[in-house]
């Protein structure tokens, strides 16, 4: 895999009409030549969807005509013609959703007449559940065509409907539909579901899609909704007969017979508890912490019976490829699937500048991931706002803010090329031409967007507490919370800092191998094992401990004696209260504390708020990332950067990057704009100063040095 490649969405949907989500038209050659303007390594959401709807479709995508669009190319072509240019396409495996589309046919069911709209009155659809029943042989091949059987259920019996067999049900046995594609029903005939991957059966058929999909050519699968259906509790999934089987079986194993015949639906409905699985994500919940777990345990189990048979089937067709899972903004069932996958894709409600920044889920990411690639692609609700700025030119410099910032985080900000949006008519297409400015520049500096960062702090993220502290009505969880508040202070206050995590000992680390920062923060850190208070125990740099701290187990059990560690303790949770309203007291507050522990950081700067510094070492050079956060919203402007000065403190830099003597050989910025202009530095008492004169958006200072380790 290329060193921090860079990535596109290439969904393609018409600019100025609604389409419907599973439903990507052909890509000709100029789609082609916008990716290679971009430096694109990757096109993600690009290719062979439409399995969500049957077979059929997927099969006509792959080497056919699309019925909503005849004049399309087929994938399979687009996709060599992208390999010839060193461009890898990546198919998308819906695991989560199930189309039922509305059809108009002529009287005889011989010949398709409208694909999207069907007759009041004389409702026809076309998806799963017709495909599953041959309904139309005349105009749709059926699922004789792909199988040798009809399904049988769990009591041997023929299976009718395929939806209703693999849906997700709520408490009340309702159907859960996937509600982010619901405002597409303003335009079109159309039912969405929320499938459920407890399903045997839906299983078998999404490794039918897999099968389709490397036949046709991918390079890669992007796995889509991984955490479904729990990580959709609020829409009341997890309740479907096939989850209950599961949840039954994993509580005989665990507390024996007795839980034979259990009906943990009729248990919840008995407590009155009938808002559906939400109720389930609170401590109090009949079950709650067992259910939880399993769900857990499912989610892994799903997932990772998909990833081995994508890999064992493409390599019986003598090809690598490659897996990449949609994390969405990286909730707790996300976190034991990380090891399974080659690419970690967020979905990340982005924020705007000057009073906002992304930088803490790119660094959460980056810290599970390690070595593997990170990129983010905007939600639904950024491109359509995108779409709305785009009318009056105000998306370029927004844009290419998200490129550099994702870019200072040794991530990479996924171009929303024809981004599906929300709400209106049309796709968002960003502006090729000047995204390319800043596209470029990555792709010739590659060598910078690698390195260890320099880190004063470490902060803290706590599976365990993650996990048991989340739920929906109160999004994300006390930790989390409190994690994202203290991220953000942190990078206010320009304080290098690097996320750690404390996993599970099974599918994440339980403790970190080493760690060097002269400040730990735990924040809200309520759920520790056995290994991490002893490893917590023997850490010998200062720890500073906010909000609540060690009342549980790894279990969720509440302790009976309460861990004591010499520390720093802040009962107030300055992270959770961090709001744009309050961010002035709250952050002079935490940086009164903090520096009762840390006097002295490894760099000053006279940057103003809102910027980005970031701070890397890779072999002989130091690398320094500045990205101007000082957004004129009504413009789509920036104002410059001038005069900046950046002092490191040279023994802490020697001390945490294993330098003997910082002997630079030269110092250089680097621009998109402009280049690369030599710097002047000069040493001081207090340690060397770096002087730059301007930058418009975004820079990077290489220094170079000789190599003398300690």
């Known amino acids: 895999m290329n060193p921090h490649p ?85 198919s998308v495996l819906f695991t989560a959703q199930g189309y039922e589309i509305g059809i108009t046919t002529d009287k005889k069911e011989e010949k398709l007449v409208e694909f999207g709209r069907t007759l009041k009155g004389k409702e026809k659809y076309w998806g799963l559940s017709e495909f599953y029943q041959n309904k139309y042989p005349k105009i749709f091949k059926g699922w004789k065509d792909y199988f040798d059987q009809p399904l049988l259920d769990e009591k041997k019996r023929p299976i009718k409907d395929f939806l209703k067999e ?34 045997p059966h839906w299983q078998n058929y999404l490794k039918k899609i897999i099968e389709m999909q490397i036949d046709a050519g991918c390079d890669g699968i992007l796995f889509d909704e991984t955490g479904s259906p729990f990580d959709w509790g609020i829409m009341g999934s997890g309740f479907c007969k096939h989850c ?3 949840f039954r079986e994993y509580l005989v194993g665990k507390y024996g017979e007795r839980f034979q015949n259990f009906d943990y639906k009729k248990t919840l409905k008995k407590r009155g508890q009938g808002f559906g699985a939400i109720i389930t994500y609170f401590r109090d919940a009949p079950l709650g912490l067992d259910f939880k777990n399993w769900q857990k345990l499912a989610i892994r189990d799903n997932f990772k019976e998909l990833v081995d048979y994508a890999r064992q089937y493409s390599q019986k067709k003598s090809k690598e490829v490659l897996i990449a899972g949609n994390f969405a903004e990286v909730t707790p069932f996300y976190f034991p699937l990380v090891d399974l996958i080659d690419i970690f894709n967020l979905e990340m409600m982005f924020e705007m500048p000057p009073n906002n920044r992304n930088t803490s889920l790119y660094r959460l990411s980056k810290a599970l991931a390690k070595e593997k690639p990170v990129t983010a692609v905007p939600t639904i609700f950024n491109t359509a706002n995108l779409r709305e700025r785009s009318k009056y030119n105000l998306t370029t410099n927004l844009e290419r803010y998200f490129i550099a910032e994702a870019a200072a985080n040794l991530a990479n900000y996924q171009i929303p090329y024809s981004g599906f949006t929300i709400e209106g008519k049309g796709a968002y297409y960003p502006q ?122 790894e279990r969720g059990e509440e302790r009976k004696k309460r861990l004591s560690l010499e520390a720093l303790y802040l009962k107030d949770d300055l992270g959770s209260k961090y709001e744009w309203s309050a961010r002035k007291s709250i952050t002079e507050e935490f940086a009164k504390r903090l520096k009762e522990l840390l006097p002295c950081p490894s760099i000053s700067t006279n940057l103003p708020p809102g910027s980005i510094l970031s701070i890397y070492k890779h072999s002989t ?33 020697n001390l945490q990057f294993k330098i003997c003597n910082l002997k630079w050989s030269k110092a250089t910025l680097f621009t998109p704009e402009k280049g690369r202009e030599e710097l002047t530095s000069s040493k001081e008492e207090e340690g060397i100063s770096l002087f730059i004169p301007e930058i418009t958006l975004y820079g990077v200072v290489k220094i170079e040095f000789k190599q003398t380790t300690l």
């Open 6 to 90: 860079l990535f596109s969405m290439c969904s393609l949907y018409p600019k100025d009409e609604r389409m419907i989500c599973a439903c990507f038209l052909g890509k000709d050659s100029k789609i082609v030549e916008d990716m290679k303007k971009l430096s694109v390594d990757y096109l993600m959401w690009a290719s062979l969807v439409s399995g969500a709807i049957s077979l059929q479709d997927l099969e006509q995508e792959a080497g056919g005509r699309r019925v909503w669009d005849k004049k399309g190319r087929d994938d399979t072509s687009f996709i060599k013609e992208c390999n010839q240019e060193g461009i890898k396409v990546f």
């Open 166 to 199: 693999t849906t997700c049900y709520n408490l009340k046995g309702e159907p859960c539909h996937a509600l982010w594609t619901q405002e597409t029903n303003k335009y079109f005939d159309l039912k969405t579901f929320l499938m459920c991957q407890n399903s």
């Open 244 to 246: 209950m089987n599961k």
């Open 432 to 553: 090729v031409e000047e995204l390319a400015l800043y596209q470029s520049f990555i792709a010739k500096h590659k060598e910078f967007y690698q390195g260890e960062p320099l880190a004063d702090v470490s902060l803290v993220c706590s599976y365990y507490s993650y996990f048991w502290s989340f739920n929906w009505i109160n999004y994300p969880g006390r930790h989390m919370k409190s994690f994202l508040g203290i991220e953000k202070l942190l990078s206010h206050l320009f304080i290098p800092h690097k996320i750690i995590i404390l996993g599970d000992d099974k599918y994440l680390e339980e403790v970190p191998k080493e760690i060097s920062p002269k400040v730990l923060i735990l924040p809200n850190i309520e759920y520790l094992s056995k290994g991490q208070i002893e490893w917590l125990n023997r850490y010998s740099a200062k720890i500073l401990i906010i909000g609540r701290f060690a009342i549980f187990n």
């Open 621 to 653: 050079q130091i690398t320094i990332h500045i990205v101007n956060g000082q957004y004129i919203e009504k413009e789509d402007s920036f104002e410059p950067l001038k005069d900046i000065s950046i002092t490191l403190k040279e023994g802490e830099i």
